[in-house]
């Protein structure tokens, strides 16, 4: 996976714009550019163009990672260069192009939790590496609160995609950040056939989503489309998925 991509975002509306000051996308050679408070960093990393995001809270320099791939020179370079202490691997469920990079964070930082909804277990106990963490793997439930110093993430529990799939809502900053793995992509839902996959999980966890605040930014697990990122209200206006009224609606998608 060292095809490494990195997102340069096209022209959009004036309220998206105002968002950027809260996540950065970064280019090969912009580390420099992050700015103190900058509370959230995107990287696309791989053929599967997988997106990876730091969480980072300036006042404790703690940080979090959401769903590391392999190939993590970039983030590991943010997290160095800025003197941030990588404190919880988040996981919004275990499929390969997921979790990739998990071992070595690990093995890096002997006390990162990993957390992790149980229902997601069951692929992670098919590896050594994982085994042998068994005492920092936390699992997580719907409306548990995580904190990374003092940034509160909330987990929705949005299966569909997968029994386990989470959703993490950073909602203690304005405006709030959905990181929404495979559950939610721009204008486009995650498969449901797949291993645990379920059509009629799927619609209702995109109830869920819909009801959050409508400034809510949407940050995907993949780069399918040409922006990075998108807002809630955006969606709801343009994304087929969420403008399905119901379960028999959403399986007749493409």
Not at 11 to 16: H, I, K, N, R, Y
Not at 165 to 187: A, K, M, Q, V
Not at 216 to 221: F, K, W
Request: net charge negative; charged share 20%.
């Amino acid at each position: 996976m060292g095809n490494r991509n990195f997102c340069d975002f096209p022209p959009v509306s004036t309220s998206l714009h105002a968002s950027l000051c809260f996540v950065k996308i970064l280019n090969p050679s912009s580390i420099q550019e992050i700015e103190p408070h900058q509370p959230v960093v995107q990287f696309e990393i791989g053929t599967f163009k997988n997106f990876i995001y730091l969480i980072l809270d300036w006042s404790s320099f703690e940080a979090a990672i959401i769903d590391p791939q392999k190939d993590l020179s970039e983030p590991l370079r943010v997290l160095e260069t800025y003197g941030f202490t990588l404190k919880k691997i988040l996981l919004t469920h275990t499929h390969w192009d997921h979790i990739g990079g998990v071992p070595e964070l690990l093995d890096r930082f002997p006390e990162v939790q990993l957390c992790v909804h149980a229902q997601e277990a069951q692929r992670l106990k098919l590896s050594t590496e994982f085994s042998k963490s068994q005492n920092r793997i936390h699992f997580i439930q719907e409306g548990e609160k995580l904190f990374i110093g003092k940034l509160a993430v909330h987990v929705l529990h949005t299966p569909g995609h997968s029994a386990g799939e989470c959703c993490f809502f950073l909602d203690n900053i304005e405006p709030p950040h959905l990181f929404t793995g495979d559950t939610l992509f721009i204008r486009d839902c995650g498969r449901t056939d797949l291993e645990s996959g379920n059509t009629a999980e799927m619609f209702d966890s995109l109830q869920k989503i819909k009801n959050l605040p409508l400034n809510t930014l949407i940050l995907p697990g993949h780069h399918y489309t040409i922006e990075c990122i998108s807002i809630l209200q955006k969606e709801l206006e343009t994304s087929p998925p969420l403008k399905c009224q119901s379960i028999q609606e959403l399986e007749q998608l493409p």
